[in-house]
């Protein structure tokens, strides 16, 4: 990650690129009682 920190993109891009980690990364890969109530557990200790 060095090579990027003289040349940082714009913060727009960033919080682009973590709301796809977040929603087409990680998400998919909760566990499915997290798909049937994802209110039960309020600290998603699967992340």
């Given at each position: 990650m060095k090579q990027?920190?003289?040349n940082p993109d714009p913060a727009k891009y960033w919080r682009e690129f973590g709301d796809h980690?977040?929603?087409?990364?990680?998400?998919?890969?909760a566990p499915d009682s997290y798909h049937e109530d994802p209110y039960m557990d309020s600290f998603a200790t699967w992340l």
């Open positions: 990027h920190e003289a980690l977040v929603w087409n990364v990680i998400y998919p890969e």
